[in-house]
């Protein structure tokens, strides 16, 4: 990557193509634009043909004698489970939507007006340090967002007491969001010096190093996720020697799935809510318990870990973090082709040439513009909105590799009739929304529903001859 070769420019070059390029721009711009356009269609590109091409998007393939069955929550969950699945529904939405809502609407607010810029000025008036500005503008504006969002969270928190879904006493509840708080501030500060400094340093190429750092950082991120951040809301323990335990391990040899150790997390100081997971990749790698899943009884216990098990065969988190890279190496082209708007970053008050006079730093090629720390707040404003954009695809997509290892499941344990009945133990503990709506399974439902995995483990069961569990509830 060379500064220097483009330095020339052609200044006797037409400045027609591009108008949104002003005086100090013109062509001298133009040509990292264009490659950085170029290069974000093309990651973008192979983003989109990647999860074409490998999303399951049929993962129980092949004929179902009989027909499909369709999702019916009638067929196992009683009218009264029904009334209080919409019941919580209509009581944890409010606080959803008006929570998400209000933060975008908060961080957009400060982005594209002078407000964040001015707000960012405040805060780090006095400071002269350059990372330091960094540092204290991504804790305040990090601070602000969530101070936005507590009521909503409060709000959402004291719903999950009213139906028993919480175990926390509310200091303890306040101390968990301080820490994801500090966690969140952390991995944001840390992505942001490192944003700031390529800028400072390749004012006109820093999308190609911005698109490499970060698809590192989150492979990073993903591969140290479970021993550096889990640790800080969970103690983990490995499941105790017993019959349990040599089960799922037997299972999972069985599989051809390396499985050293499954761990149990202590959930049950936070919630009533049964959940198992897979995070990591490589040596990190790990299957974790709910310990309030431990007095399930056994065989419907094996059935959540043989789903898990369908997820590290696959590997499925590698999957998603290099896909996840991926796009985000595009989002950083994308977001260089908005931060060296001028119009944006008037709009957002910064000037995009700088403040003049100020003597530079070492190594310090441009100091206006998007190398300005008072530009994080359009910054962190784009970022909201490009995941909010995101969000729908990549639920779309993890719900279809939920379902693959719902039927990984089926095949490794061949008993649809304690998957049936474990999905139902889930949906009605969890309290789970059995009927979503369109809107939401765009913006939260990374799992298919309830009834409609038990659907598809009646549908294995049609398609592999074996007994079709019947309804948990006869028909009125
Ligand atoms: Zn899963």
């Not at 939507?97 to 805060?123: E, K």
């Not at 944003?195 to 490499?212: E, I, K, Q, S």
């Amino acid at each position: 990557m060379s500064e220097r070769s483009e330095a020339g420019g052609a200044g006797s070059r037409p400045l027609t193509e591009d108008r949104s390029e002003e005086a100090d721009g013109g062509t001298r711009t133009r040509r990292p634009r264009t490659a950085a356009a170029i290069t974000a269609a093309v990651l973008f590109t192979a983003v989109g043909v990647v999860l074409a091409l490998t999303t399951p998007w049929n993962p129980l393939p092949g004929d179902v004698p009989g027909g499909r069955v369709r999702p019916d929550p009638a067929l196992d969950f009683s009218p009264a489970e029904i009334a209080r699945s919409r019941a919580f529904d209509s009581a944890i939405n409010p606080p959803a939507y008006a929570g998400l809502v209000v933060g975008l609407l908060v961080i957009l607010a400060l982005g594209l007006s002078p407000l964040g810029a001015r707000l960012i000025g405040l805060v780090t008036g006095r400071v002269r340090r350059r990372f330091l500005r960094v540092v204290i503008a991504s804790a305040a504006l990090a601070t602000l967002l969530r101070v936005v969002g507590l009521p909503f969270d409060i709000w959402g928190e004291s719903v999950l007491r009213r139906y028993g879904l919480s175990t926390q006493t509310w200091p303890e509840w306040l101390l968990d969001q301080l820490r994801s708080l500090g966690v969140s501030w952390v991995i944001t500060t840390i992505a942001l010096l490192l944003l700031y400094a390529v800028v400072r340093r390749f004012p006109r190429y820093w999308w190609t190093g911005a698109a490499a750092g970060g698809f590192v950082l989150v492979v990073l991120v993903s591969f140290i996720y479970p021993i550096a951040v889990e640790p800080v809301f969970n103690k983990f323990h490995s499941l105790p020697q017993g019959q349990l335990r040599s089960d799922l391990l037997a299972m999972a040899r069985r599989d051809g799935v390396p499985v050293k150790d499954v761990l149990v997390a202590d959930a049950s100081r936070r919630t009533t809510s049964l959940n198992a997971y897979v995070s990591g990749f490589g040596s990190t790698r790990r299957i974790v318990l709910y310990d309030t899943l431990l007095k399930s009884p056994r065989p419907q216990v094996e059935s959540i870990v043989a789903h898990e098990l369908g997820h590290a065969k696959r590997d499925d988190v590698l999957y998603g973090t290099l896909v996840g890279a991926l796009g985000i190496a595009g989002a950083m082209c994308l977001l260089y082709l908005l931060m060296t708007s001028p119009w944006l970053l008037r709009r957002a008050g910064v000037a995009p040439t700088g403040p003049p006079g100020e003597p530079r730093e070492p190594g310090e090629r441009e100091r206006g513009g998007a190398a300005d720390p008072r530009s994080i707040a359009l910054v962190l404003a784009l970022v909201a909105a490009g995941t909010q954009l995101g969000a729908p695809v990549q639920n779309l997509v993890s719900r279809r590799i939920e379902a693959r290892a719902d039927a990984h499941a089926l095949n490794l344990t061949r008993d649809p009739s304690t998957f049936v009945s474990m999905q139902h133990e889930l949906s009605v503990r969890n309290i789970s929304d059995l009927k979503p709506d369109a809107l939401e399974y765009l913006l939260w439902m990374t799992h298919p529903s309830g009834p409609d995995r038990i659907a598809m483990a009646r549908n294995w069961a049609r398609m592999h001859h074996v007994p079709e569990p019947p309804p948990l509830r006869r028909a009125p």
